[in-house]
């Protein structure tokens, strides 16, 4: 069988193509290199922040109370005639105001009684004098009797007693007649008032009740653990030192409104249900007129900033940075994690106070890596420091 000379030549051709151009291929290939991957490290935002001085603040609430209280009481029985205008739920009124009067009659007539019986006994009282005057003299003349010189006596004594009794009762009935007339005990304003003319009002019986308008008080209830921040008078510090200002906020229509005021003294004892204790915070002249706020009335309820101590040396860190253990976050000069002993002082929302020793060139950690381990390599970027100072939680 004769083989045609193109179906033997033509794939040789095409195979040595094929070859020729695979050659030439791996020979004009570049060359491989390895390269080795480059280390990535953890990324973290770090602080440079130095020990400064921070004014810790506490934070409380409570409600307006008034400083003194008092329930209107008359002190003798009969009907009303008159009543203040200022005795209704609200009124204002100063020391010594009269606010309501009984009637007088019957008391007047008492004095009037009384009155007589002094003049009476002062005439016997005199007549018992003088007599005994002559006993004593007769007596010394031996004309008179020792009996009747004793019976001169006893009755000069009797008449003087009965003088100082009649005096007495003169003065209890001036006295009665006095308290048909109610006076305010201090300045103040009518919480409730339960009287009204006409009405016969008993000794004993509660006609209204009222409170001082001079200081206002405010009971602030203080978490144990916030104690230490503060200098309370007959607690933390002396009965009779100075105690820490306040500034009390509340929200009255519509508008914030602040007033100024400071802790006077601590309750005589902890609260057995809340394990607190309650600092009394006062403000003076609650209800002065200003245009500005409106008066601290008796009832508003108050947020309280209580002025504390001031921390020296402390740092003001990111709350992140506050490790569980209490360790503080830091990175070091050479950019490797460290995790430094501290004493926290304060937990806020968003930042810690703590005292911590650094090490020169640590920076406090602003971020919250994941993993944290001491010693790690990190890539540290530095943040602008925060300013000093930190909220009451």
Known sequence: MKLDRRTVVLPLTVLGVCLAASVLLVVT???????????VLPSVRVLEIAPTEVRLSVASQGTVAPRSEAELVPEVSGPVVWVSPALVSGGFFEAGDLLLRIDA??????????????????GEAEHAGASLERRESLSKRDVASASQLSDARRAARVA???????????????????????????????R???????????????LGT??????AEIRLPIADAELAHLALPGLSAPADAEGPAVVLRASFAGREHHWRGRVVRTEGEIDARSRMVHAIAQVEDPYAADDSRPPLSVGLFVRAEIEGRLARDVLVAPRGALREDDRLLVVDADDRLRLRASRVLRVGRDEVLVRARLEPGDRVCASNPPVAVDGMAVSAVTDAPPPAGIAAP
């Open 160 to 190: 003087a007693a009965n003088l100082a009794e009649a005096r007495v009762a003169l003065e209890q009935a001036e006295r009665d007649l006095a308290r048909t007339g109610i006076r305010a005990p201090f300045a103040g304003r009518v």
């Open 210 to 215: 009222l409170y001082a308008t001079d200081l």
């Open 29 to 39: 290939s570049p060359a491989v290199v390895s390269i080795a991957p480059e280390r």
């Open 105 to 122: 009659g019957d008391y007047e007539a008492a004095v009037a009684r009384a009155d007589a019986a002094v003049a009476r006994a002062l």
């Open 192 to 206: 409730e008032e339960r009287v009204d003319v006409g009405q016969f009002a008993s000794r004993g019986q509660a």
